[in-house]
């Protein structure tokens, strides 16, 4: 019995990890394509994980929110924070700090 246990639980935890991964991954290319179009520069090619929640969406099913940070640059001389927001696997927002624009 307690086999079947551990064996489920292992099983719940890399179906969690491969979940995570998947939106990690949409996240990234998300901002990647929006740095891309305010001709910002996506420093260091990661979003990081800042907080998760379960919400339900507009349907009422639960999913797990996500809020990922991420750093850019629009000179290339400094470095803005910028934030994303998931639900699932669907991008609720993105929002970047104020920045200089360059001239």
């Given at each position: 019995?307690?086999?079947?246990?551990?064996?489920?639980?292992?099983?719940?935890?890399?179906?969690?990890w491969i979940q995570a991964m998947k939106a990690r991954d949409v996240a990234f290319m998300?901002?990647?394509?929006y740095c891309q179009k305010m001709s910002v520069m996506l420093l260091d090619e990661y979003v990081a994980l800042n907080g998760q929640w379960l919400k339900r969406d507009e349907d009422g099913v639960l999913?797990?929110?996500?809020?990922?940070?991420?750093e850019f640059s629009s000179t290339g001389?400094?470095?803005?924070?910028g934030k994303i927001i998931m639900l699932g696997h669907k991008v609720l927002s993105i929002q970047?700090?104020?920045?200089?624009?360059?001239e």
């Open positions: 019995m307690i086999d079947i246990f551990l064996i489920t639980l292992l099983l719940l935890i890399g179906f969690y998300a901002v990647a394509r999913k797990i929110w996500r809020s990922y940070q991420f001389n400094e470095r803005y924070n970047l700090e104020p920045y200089r624009i360059q």
